[in-house]
């Protein structure tokens, strides 16, 4: 069976190797055993339901609360030749009926439905269907607790009753511990195995930006693209106002930038989404409407413009960021009136309370002084034992000192209270006011109250934040909020379990101009990427759909990069399946083979010009190229035995520094080492130079 899936894995989905968890995912599934899955977004979650589907001998039904990204996965699996189809309000009567009677005659292994249609059609045509497994993607949908709770989801249960016999596998890429309980019970799991992967995307980069006036924020931005201007990114906005004013600002200044929001016709929408997928708008400025089942993963970078309502909201949309597994930066800007504004809408709905809380606890790792990605990763019950070197706070690191002591006392008094205080009662019994409600509940009796006196409230605050973003409380939602102990706590208090913990300080805030669009130098294997871009667009618009489906931005990568010419290198490079190297291989490799031939003819170019006498600065005049590059054609044509003196370019002098260099680097790949190592004496084309002699006679 796995050795089938390991096949599946390549001849259908392109891919070498499972992921972390997948393979064992995998064979839970197919042993028909109830299955929790947990994995961030990108993780590659589909995968662990898709194979299975097609080692089955029925059918798979796949539940997902979006159209659209029903719609994308289906859209992507028949691009792998995969039988699959979708089934929510978006189809007519008549294509109803043809799914069902594709269904119902096996043409069809993957059925994605909507749950508002789940149970209307079991109890009609899908009764007559061998279903062989039920998925239900993003299944924290299905929990009051978590963030994004739908009521549709309710009816989950009864399906579950109905298909007793059948395995289910629920997928989610965020669930705090009480939602995956949660999630476990709504849907009537039967003793599931839970998988849960790391959270950790260790290719974000965490920054947070507080309290920066709105002037210098939008110049801030600015500053920011201008660095990028070929990059995909995404702005978060509160409210749709803000969306249009920054798209409006930024194009203002050159940039190809667009807003995204629910006030826009549902038409306006789809076409701003597709410009983005096909990377013909590079900005979007949205609110959170933005991005539920897109599945680009080349967006480079995410701002939050304002203050999240939630962690596992702002921790989905930075994921939006660097799918493709490449470095992509995050930045979150937030002030106390985002608080305000999210306070309020909170107040307003059901479950307030849990709103709130969830709220501050984003609050809390906006104003942390301990590595970011720890705090998120323990939100997510998830311990990371060293700090990650990739957020603003581990490179700008504040002063800690060792908090064992302060963590003790805090942990102390929830022992004693036996974990049944939230925070501010934490507080108030360490410093042992004299609060009616700690009276009425006799905690001035236990051993801990008052030994917190010489900290001030607020310092008490600072670091009962930093304990809850360590991990040594959790927050239990379900009981009143009150703060438990975890392991790791259990471990400060009554073992040897260490914590640091940092002095309260006020942050800078940084100082920048702003910037107008303009373009970018590419390096070669930048260039053929964006040949090949064009390429895989040219191949959609015919097909109609979204260019990742033909390739993703990683495979053109690697293509760009290895430059594969035939089958076998071709279909070594991730993500070409059989099936598509069958329909596009050809097409890349002739546009691969005429860009090494362009590339060949620059160089010839330079030499013609070069055998006609013409000096280095002539070339560069009429070629309208750098220096820096004609000395890179004269190199490779030295090195390739061309009659080319490039020794009259160097001193002896000068030769010998870069041998002695070459002697410590041993290295021909790179020139910035020798520059260093030269104490930038030495310009880059000289070293080119020095270095290309050097291999010639080692050759
Ligand atoms: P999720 O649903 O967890 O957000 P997806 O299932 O959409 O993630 O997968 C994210 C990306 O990773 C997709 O582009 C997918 O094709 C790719 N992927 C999944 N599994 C593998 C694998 N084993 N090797 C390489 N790429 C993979
Ligand atoms: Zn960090």
Redesign the pocket.
């Known amino acids: 069976m796995l050795q089938q899936a390991r096949e599946i894995?390549k001849d259908s989905?392109g891919?070498?190797?499972?992921?972390d968890q997948?393979e064992e995912i995998i064979q839970t599934v197919l042993s028909s055993q109830d299955t929790l899955v947990l994995?961030?977004?990108?993780?590659?979650?589909?995968?662990?339901f898709q194979i299975p589907a097609l080692l089955s001998n029925g059918l798979t039904v796949v539940i997902s609360p979006l159209i659209s990204l029903m719609k994308d996965?289906v859209e992507?699996l028949r691009a792998n030749g995969i039988n699959a189809a979708f089934y929510n309000s978006s189809l007519s009567e008549i294509e109803e009926r043809e799914i069902e009677s594709d269904v119902l005659s096996g043409g069809i292994k993957l059925l994605y439905l909507s749950p508002e249609k789940l149970i209307s059609s079991t109890n009609s045509w899908l009764s007559n269907a061998k279903i062989s497994l039920v998925a239900v993607?993003e299944a924290h949908c299905v929990s009051m607790w978590g963030h994004d709770f739908r009521p549709e989801y309710a009816q989950l249960k009864e399906f579950r009753e109905r298909l007793s016999d059948v395995p289910f596998v629920a997928?989610t890429?965020t669930a705090d511990k009480t939602t995956r309980k949660d999630i476990i019970k709504q849907i009537g799991l039967k003793q599931p195995k839970v998988f849960i992967s790391s959270f950790n995307r260790e290719n974000l980069s965490l920054e947070v930006r507080a309290n920066v006036p709105k002037k210098q924020k939008i110049k801030e931005i600015r500053n920011f693209i201008g660095d990028r201007i070929n990059e995909s990114g995404i702005i978060y906005c509160l409210s749709r106002k803000g969306a249009d004013e920054m798209a409006q600002d930024l194009k203002g200044y050159g940039y190809n930038a667009a807003s995204y929001h629910a006030g826009l016709a549902a038409n306006k929408r789809a076409k701003v989404q597709e410009n983005f997928i096909n990377d013909k708008t590079n900005i979007i400025c949205a609110t959170i409407a933005f991005g539920m089942g897109i599945?680009k993963?080349n967006v480079r970078w995410v701002i939050h413009n304002n203050l999240p309502k939630n962690i596992e909201g702002y921790y989905q949309e930075i994921?939006r960021a660097g799918?493709?597994g490449l470095p992509s930066i995050t930045i979150l800007y937030y002030n106390l009136r985002d608080l305000m504004v999210l306070k309020r809408f909170a107040e307003g709905g059901a479950k307030s309370e849990v709103y709130i809380d969830k709220l501050y606890r984003m609050l809390n790792y906006a104003e942390a002084t301990s590595c970011r990605r720890k705090i998120l990763l323990s939100y997510f019950s998830e311990h990371l034992p060293e700090n990650c070197g990739n957020c603003d706070v581990c490179k700008n690191p504040p002063t800690f000192f060792d908090g064992k002591i302060i963590a003790q006392k805090a942990l102390s008094a929830c022992h004693r209270t036996k974990q049944k205080i939230g925070t501010n009662m934490m507080i108030n019994i360490l410093r042992g006011s004299a609060n009616q409600d700690i009276y009425q509940r006799g905690f001035q009796n236990i051993k801990t109250y008052g030994i917190g006196k010489d900290v001030s409230f607020k310092d008490w605050q600072h670091y009962s934040t930093q304990l809850l973003n360590q991990g040594v409380f959790e927050i239990a939602y379900d009981e009143s909020f009150t703060l438990k102990i975890t392991e790791y706590g259990r471990s400060v208090l009554f073992e040897d379990g260490a914590i640091q913990l940092t002095i309260p300080t006020d942050k800078p805030i940084k100082q920048k101009g702003g910037k107008k669009a303009s373009k970018k130098k590419l390096s070669p294997d930048e260039e053929l990427f964006e040949v090949l871009r064009e390429v895989r667009r040219g191949i959609a618009v015919k097909e109609k759909v979204p260019a990742?489906i033909i390739f993703?931005d990683?495979t053109l990568k690697e293509m760009a990069s290895e430059k594969p010419t035939n089958q076998l290198d071709m279909l070594a490079v991730?993500?070409i399946s059989v099936i598509k190297y069958d329909k596009y291989g050809k097409t890349f490799i002739n546009a691969i083979e005429e860009f090494n031939q362009s590339k060949l003819n620059t160089v010839e170019a330079t030499h013609e010009l070069y055998k006609k006498g013409l000096t280095v600065d002539e070339i560069c005049f009429t070629r309208e190229l750098k220096q820096e590059t004609i000395f890179s054609h004269l190199c490779k044509l030295y090195f390739d035995g061309e009659e080319v003196d490039i020794q009259q370019f160097i001193t002896q002098a000068e030769q010998a520094a870069v041998i002695k260099a070459h002697k410590k680097i041993q290295d021909f790949t790179s020139l910035k080492p020798y520059f260093d190592f030269l104490d930038s004496k030495l310009p880059y084309y000289k070293i080119r130079v020095g270095l290309t002699l050097l291999a010639k006679k080692a050759k």
Do not use: V, W
């Not at 891919?15 to 992921?19: A, E, I, V």
């Open positions: 894995l989905f891919y070498h190797t499972f992921r997948q994995m961030p977004t990108g993780g590659g979650k589909s995968i662990c996965q992507a993607d997928l890429a599945d993963s994921g799918r493709d990742y993703h990683a991730q993500g």
